[in-house]
């Protein structure tokens, strides 16, 4: 195995929600000497079907695929000229991608939406990670899987996602069964960007286990499938099912053509697939039981390793290697995190907060932040559910919305924007206790993600939930984890334990709690918890009531 050289480099490409940011790294040390941007031109489709201006159902998000691939032509040249390095250098490159979003494709790979013929058809276009419409069809899943035991269920805390794989697919084919049966691959984007650079398709142990309902080497039997609509018992063996790739290995070599959009040597290693969450842990030295990230952005996603299996209620999955191997990887998470900030500052707050904000030099979100901060905790006598898209972890339910109690005639948009702060807090402490308390306790709190750049949102966690917060300290966590995993691919570190050790970076216990803020926060989030439990666990059916009656008024959207 050659030795990591000063003047070699990988390049880490990750996939957001609303852009893909590439970045080059040093082999030796991980030290990044170039990034660069490139946002979606289509962005997400959640009103509209951007193509035809044909309004869309509620629950809906959609995407491009060919925006992706803009990424590559656009973002890896300009990180690779920012970096100032030699093209001829790069040994390596490694992708991450949101999840689970997904892309229904011809057998080359060719996405239906590229075929004119379906271009006006939603169900051909990419199915973002936050596309919720499919949650009928997962709670159809769910139910059958309790009936029937299906040993595969625990594995997912109890319950699968409408965001997830299966769910999304059994939507496809109950809505639009003419397209489903022209689709010969269901695959995670995370999957297809790799298919695009080396010309293979290998599906990735991370989506597969996560997202894919694939345990101890299986997904949910035919049987099962055809109990919940005859037409969808081939679609594991038949959409689904391919060779599945480790992660850190190489899934092929740059072709040609990727070459060429890139600028890159053809011929270098591509890593396999990997998820935007899962890939940050070692970039953040986060491989030991008991380190749980959080990579927090729009939305928020957990991951954490641990030597031993157990099934944790409303936990997105444990994987056998799921993020390292030897190790049992977790995954909870929150549907809205950054989302839930940014639909308030653009819609709840009046304009002379902006106004006000341009006048001090300051984003409306730093400004909303500096009014927020000086307020003693539960001076506000405000309590929120962070539910504005649902819930992921611990109830997984997307028919969940969000809640704010207390406002009264003096009430601040200052003061609900901390509310809705210290509500996505303490989501987080729910998934926090509910690992603890199924045996895999949390010993060590790390963040990535763009939401650490606020130091304020990062001590109310921190007080919440009364354990210290290191730091990523990489502006790029998902990039810099992929870059790590490109190493390994092209050989130059044994595995991705050994890579994130040279390559990864953390500033630890960054933000400590604070006792009486802590204390104060006890008092606030065991409000919370009444809630929660009230209007999550089938108190009050409310939420899914409303959510059904917007539905029924929108039925004339619906797409034919």
Known sequence: MPSPSSDTYVVGIDYGTLSGRAVVVRVSDGAELGTATHDYSHAVMDTVLAPTGAALPPEWALQVPADYVDVLKTAVPA???????????????????????????????????????????PHAYVKLWKHHAAQPQADRINELAR???????????????????????LQLLEEDPELYARMDRWVEAADWIVWQLTGNYVRNACTAGYKGIYQDGQYPGRDFLSALNPGFAGFAADKVDHVIGQLGASAGTLTAEAAAWTGLPEGIAVAVGNVDAHVTAPAA??????????????????????DVLREVPGMCGVVDGGIVSGLYGYEAGQSGVGDIFAWYAKNQVPASYYEAADAAGLSIHEYLTSLAETQPVGG????????????????????????????????????????????????????VEAFGASGVPVTEFIVAGGLLRNPFLMQVYSDVLRLPLSIIASEQGPALGSAIHAAVAAGTYPDVRAAGSAMGKVDRAVYTPDAARADAYDALYAEYVLLHDYFGRGGNDVMHRLKALRRAASRERVPA
């Open 380 to 431: 506000h006598g405000l309590v929120a559910l962070d539910w504005n898209g649902g819930n992921r972890s611990v109830l997984v339910d997307a028919e969940l919305s969000g809640l704010l109690v207390g406002q009264t005639l003096t009430t601040r948009p200052e003061e609900v924007y901390r509310a809705l702060f210290e509500a996505t807090a303490f989501g987080t402490r729910e998934i």
């Open 147 to 169: 009936e029937r035991g299906e040993s595969w269920l625990p594995r997912y805390g109890g319950l699968i996602s409408s965001e997830w794989e299966f769910a999304k697919g």
């Open 79 to 121: 990180a690779v000229k920012a970096a100032g390095i030699d093209p001829a250098d790069v040994i390596g490159i490694g992708t991450d991608f949101t999840a689970c979003t997904m892309v229904p494709t011809l057998a080359d790979g060719t996405p239906l939406n590229e075929l004119p013929e379906y271009a006006d058809r």
């Open 285 to 306: 030295q986060a491989v030991l039981p008991g380190q749980m990230v959080a990579i927090m952005g729009t939305s928020t996603c957990h991951v954490m390793n641990s």
